[in-house]
């Protein structure tokens, strides 16, 4: 009743494109959640990820939920996301995707989930990982234990944002690490992020995890950008 009543005088604005939303919409409007650009990836056997890491990195299964494309719905949504604190764009999106997801049997052998790590620092700064949610909505869906202590930025650098296409691809090999036991062998872990773009963070992150013996990595993100 309160909630009905507030939304009256202060309606919610959808954060795909801004405008006010219904009183039964959450986090997006009706409009903007039917034109979200699925990929679809989940269904093709060899979709645009899993081609993405041919001879970078071996990989189990991949897929992103939806395309990235400059000045579009999903744009606002990840720039809100992650600069403005709408952590309930990583829930919408990790609850929207883990009931596809949850369908495939490859997800059924996955031992952990594991978000692309802040360092410390940028942690601190922004007070969160835009990731979290995502994952952990995945873990309820999938029924996986969320772990974010396995990976970890070792080195801090500048954010990703503003880089070229070329200056995203130097990343160093030594930005992340692993802390893992005897426990870690031979598990399937399911390395989720926000954005693909050139691919090359998720590959340094794979490769660390690939330093736990016989361990197994899948990848899956909110949106794949082609740029």
Same mark, same amino acid.
């Given at each position: 009743?309160?909630?009905?009543?507030?939304?009256?005088? =202060?309606?919610? *604005?959808?954060?795909?494109?801004?405008?006010?939303? @219904?009183?039964? /919409?959450?986090?997006?409007?009706?409009?903007?959640? $039917?034109?979200?650009?699925? +990929?679809?990836?989940?269904?093709?056997? /060899?979709?645009?990820?899993?081609?993405?890491?041919?001879?970078?990195?071996?990989? /189990?299964?991949?897929?992103?939920? *939806?395309? =990235? $494309?400059?000045?579009?719905?999903?744009?606002?949504?990840? !720039?809100?996301?992650?600069?403005?604190? $709408? @952590?309930? %764009?990583? &829930?919408?999106?990790?609850?929207?995707?883990?009931?596809?997801?949850?369908?495939?049997?490859?997800?059924?052998? %996955?031992?952990?989930? %594991?978000?692309?790590?802040? $360092?410390?620092?940028?942690?601190?700064?922004?007070?969160?990982?835009? *990731?979290?949610?995502?994952?952990?909505?995945?873990?309820?869906?999938?029924? *996986?234990?969320?772990?974010?202590?396995? #990976?970890?930025?070792?080195?801090?650098?500048? +954010?990703?944002? @503003?880089?070229?296409?070329?200056?995203? +691809?130097?990343?160093?090999?030594?930005?992340?690490?692993?802390?893992?036991? /005897?426990?870690? !062998?031979?598990?399937?872990?399911?390395?989720?992020?926000?954005?693909?773009?050139?691919?090359? &963070?998720?590959?340094?992150?794979?490769?660390?995890? #690939?330093?736990?013996?016989?361990?197994?990595?899948?990848?899956?993100?909110?949106?794949?950008?082609?740029?």
């Amino acid at each position: 009743m309160f909630k009905s009543l507030f939304d009256l005088f =202060f309606p919610q *604005v959808c954060l795909g494109c801004g405008e006010f939303m @219904q009183l039964n /919409e959450t986090v997006i409007c009706t409009s903007c959640r $039917h034109e979200l650009p699925l +990929t679809n990836h989940h269904l093709e056997t /060899e979709n645009e990820i899993i081609k993405k890491f041919y001879g970078r990195i071996p990989i /189990e299964f991949g897929a992103a939920m *939806v395309y =990235f $494309h400059k000045k579009g719905i999903v744009q606002e949504l990840i !720039h809100n996301l992650k600069y403005k604190n $709408h @952590q309930e %764009i990583g &829930t919408m999106l990790g609850a929207w995707y883990g009931e596809d997801l949850k369908l495939l049997e490859i997800v059924k052998s %996955i031992d952990f989930i %594991i978000p692309v790590p802040l $360092h410390k620092k940028r942690l601190k700064k922004r007070g969160y990982n835009q *990731v979290e949610k995502f994952g952990l909505a995945l873990s309820t869906l999938l029924q *996986v234990a969320y772990n974010d202590s396995i #990976l970890y930025r070792a080195v801090y650098s500048d +954010t990703q944002t @503003q880089k070229s296409f070329f200056g995203r +691809t130097e990343i160093r090999e030594n930005l992340f690490d692993v802390m893992f036991s /005897e426990a870690h !062998h031979g598990k399937h872990f399911l390395l989720v992020d926000d954005v693909i773009t050139s691919g090359t &963070t998720i590959e340094v992150c794979a490769k660390a995890l #690939l330093k736990i013996p016989d361990a197994k990595i899948s990848v899956v993100t909110m949106a794949y950008s082609h740029s």
